[in-house]
């Protein structure tokens, strides 16, 4: 079963950047599109970006577009997710999972356990 752990989090304030890591415990990592997640007090977890096992398809959540790029190396079985340009609207637990079928929509049964981000205004 793929385990996953995520890095990066951090207070940061409006305008600066982090970038998240997740790694997975198995090599069987390279299999599954990854995803990034993120939940905001009082709010539902919502769908960030996400890139198929090749790492050759991307898919954003409009309000990140052009600000946060998701990458792969599947050499070391990591996912990444540079975030640049933060505003205080993306302070979140962020998950990372694994899973399979549409990257917006499709099965992610492997969670990591979050990372915190909060942006400072």
């Known amino acids: 079963q793929v385990q996953l752990v995520e890095s990066g989090g951090g207070l940061v304030q409006a305008g600066g950047s982090l970038r998240l890591s997740c790694a997975a415990s198995?090599?069987?990592?390279?299999?599954?599109?990854m995803g990034w997640f993120r939940q905001a007090p009082g709010k539902e977890r919502e769908f960030v970006a996400a890139?198929?096992?090749?790492?050759?398809?991307?898919d954003y959540e409009d309000s990140v577009k052009g600000r946060l790029t998701i990458s792969r190396d599947n050499a070391k079985i990591t996912v990444y997710l540079q975030m640049n340009s933060l505003k205080p609207d993306d302070t979140a637990v962020y998950y990372c999972?694994?899973?399979?079928?549409?990257?917006?929509?499709?099965?992610?049964?492997?969670w990591g356990q979050g990372t915190q981000v909060t942006v400072s205004s």
């Open positions: 999972a694994a899973g399979l079928g549409s990257l917006r929509e499709g099965q992610y049964p492997y």
């Open positions: 198995e090599r069987t990592f390279i299999r599954y599109n």
């Open positions: 890139i198929t096992w090749s790492g050759s398809t991307t």
